[in-house]
């Protein structure tokens, strides 16, 4: 990607080499001349991402992702291009250089950072009110909860003290009312403080900056929402936001290290009360539904997810509709059940930290929950209940694809309503299941095209810089796709043997499917001839796929001219191509 100088980015990625950063957040082991690692980027209980050193890059042999370090802190991070490179230019006790992009690129960033230092100072500004004499109440409130001072403190806890100070301090520091509406901060003609006589619990993004704001009474006010959330802007989407994440890429980061799972809440004020418990490893969604995007970001983190939201129908309907997403990831899920009416912030006050991670302990697998959600909602003393619990149940049932699950499933419902496990499997019958939703990239239809495998095979080889591949084997023109011409290019303008392949990313950043597809084309044979043989054979097909297409062409050309010096030329150049087709040595077909 354009935008820093060629030599700072070459710099930067020597000086972040791609297996080091990759260990800080995933165990590698070495095999060969090669890493592997389990894929922090699908769920997975062996080994396929491989990290190659040589040329720095990394791909996944189960998902197909590929990248160079770059690419591969914007996944782990959750940032965009210029921000990946501040966190290794940081690393690597670089200065960062001005982005030179597209205006509207920088226009905007550099309005972001305005709007991130009016969020900050704002921030302070609330956390200090909280610890002035006229917080005094506030903080009583927050010990009646459990939240210790050195809770609000992790948190950035803070207070709005009334509708206009906040406004005119922030305006003092010369902040203008245009950049405060931007931000959510003020509502209203008079420029009142959005927050207005409320706590504050700052939103933070996954690199630890304060994007939003929430807000909630605490002097038991009528007629008002108990909570007050910021509204999407600039910097915030709530579709995108998981409250909590930084806390747990800061103890991952600080101990080289994370935690195994992830307790999911409703809200903020449910991760703060079970943190104040002593249970730091849960985090909350910023909406009602959980979106695709926040259950991605939470796979990057854990395998396992505890659904846990509120003890009511509400929740419980919340709970159900939340998993899917979170399943369409493959994490593995369950859910916790709460007594009625409590949420997480109640069961741990009443129940202690012992007694909700007993809860989570006893959480059932999502069918599991399901099948009980349907015990619960039917009469099974009587036949018209114990009728209406088989039909949910087995509507339950007609989405899980294995027949083994199905069938151990089916003898729950058996013995719940009477009914045989034969007249239930009969009654579900041979429904298509429909397959769980994917979030998975798109593979062409042209995925078992010979010539495009063996295209790939070729420039893999090359671009790992295999010790029976050379690029001498080949020419440019032999490769149909215009972006494996350009991987030639680059591979033929690189030192023989030293192809960083990592260099990739940046040149072609608008090709990064076909460079998946290429860097997953890696064939091992236990016998190191074999991969040669296959390698050879390759390069013949792509050689030979392009010959014949130049004798087709010629042939029809040979058909449209009348000129008889012309018309033999070209059958002595078909000739000649006939014969380097018939060959199967390499050099001829050069």
Request: charged share 30%; proline share 3%; glycine share 8%.
């Amino acid at each position: 990607m354009a935008g820093f100088p060629e030599r700072f980015i070459e710099e930067l990625k020597y000086k972040c080499d791609i297996v080091s950063v990759i260990s800080q957040y995933v165990p590698l082991v070495k095999k060969g001349g090669k890493y592997f690692c389990c894929c922090p980027f699908h769920n997975e209980k062996t080994a396929s991402m491989c990290v190659n050193t040589d040329g720095q890059y990394y791909h996944c042999f189960g998902c197909g992702v590929s990248g160079d370090v770059i690419t591969f802190i914007m996944e782990m991070e959750s940032v965009g291009y210029v921000d990946a490179v501040k966190i290794l230019a940081d690393k690597a006790g670089l200065a960062l250089p001005e982005y030179k992009g597209d205006a509207d690129y920088k226009k905007k960033k550099d309005k972001q950072q305005v709007l991130k230092e009016l969020m900050r100072d704002a921030a302070k500004y609330y956390y200090a009110n909280l610890r002035r004499d006229e917080g005094r109440e506030a903080r009583e409130y927050l010990a009646s909860r459990g939240i210790s001072e050195e809770v609000c403190n992790k948190f950035g806890i803070g207070l709005s003290l009334d509708y206009d100070r906040m406004p005119a301090y922030m305006r003092r520091k010369n902040y203008s009312v245009e950049n405060l509406r931007e931000c959510g901060l003020v509502v209203g003609e008079r420029v009142s403080d959005a927050f207005g006589g409320r706590i504050i619990v700052p939103i933070m993004n996954g690199m630890g900056d304060v994007i939003a704001f929430g807000g909630r009474i605490y002097h038991g006010e009528k007629d008002v929402a108990k909570y007050k959330n910021s509204t999407n802007t600039l910097l915030f989407d709530k579709s995108r936001c998981v409250y909590g994440v930084n806390f747990v890429k800061k103890e991952k980061r600080q101990n080289n290290t994370g935690f195994k799972s992830l307790i999911l809440v409703e809200g903020y004020m449910d991760v703060i009360s079970l943190a104040a418990a002593g249970i730091n490893n849960a985090v909350a969604g910023m909406g009602t539904a959980l979106t695709p995007y926040q259950a991605r970001e939470i796979r990057r983190l854990v395998d396992t997810v505890y659904v846990c939201y509120d003890g009511d129908a509400a929740g419980r309907k919340a709970a159900i509709r939340n998993v899917e997403p979170l399943l369409a990831e493959g994490l593995e899920v369950r859910v916790v059940s709460l007594a009625d009416g409590l949420d997480p912030d109640d069961t741990v006050r009443k129940e202690g930290a012992e007694g909700f991670l007993a809860r989570v302990n006893a959480a059932l697998p999502v069918v599991e929950y399901k099948l009980k959600l349907c015990e619960d909602a039917y009469d099974l003393a009587t036949a018209n209940g114990r009728a209406k619990y088989v039909t949910a149940a087995l509507k339950v049932l007609s989405g899980v694809q294995s027949a083994a699950e199905r069938e151990v499933y089916l003898g729950i419902v058996s013995s719940k309503s009477g009914v045989s496990v034969g007249s239930l499997n009969s009654t579900l019958g041979d429904a298509k299941v429909q397959p769980a939703v994917r979030a998975e990239r798109a593979v062409p239809a042209d995925k078992d095209a010979k010539s495009l495998r063996a295209a790939r095979l070729v420039l893999n080889a090359l671009c790992s810089n295999c010790d029976y591949a050379s690029v001498s084997d080949v020419k440019t023109e032999w490769f149909s796709l215009p972006a494996h011409r350009r991987i030639a290019e680059f591979v033929k303008s690189q030192p023989e043997g030293k192809v960083v392949a990592g260099k990739l990313f940046d040149l072609m950043p608008d090709e990064k499917e076909e460079l998946n597809r290429v860097f997953g084309a890696e064939v091992n044979f236990d016998d190191r001839a074999k991969e040669k043989t296959y390698y050879t054979d390759c390069v013949l097909v792509i050689a030979d796929e392009y010959i014949s297409a130049r004798i087709d062409e010629l042939t029809a050309r040979y058909k449209e001219v009348a000129d008889a010096a012309e018309r033999h030329a070209i059958l002595v150049e078909i000739r000649g191509l006939q014969t380097k087709l018939k060959s199967k040595n390499i050099s001829d077909k050069l």
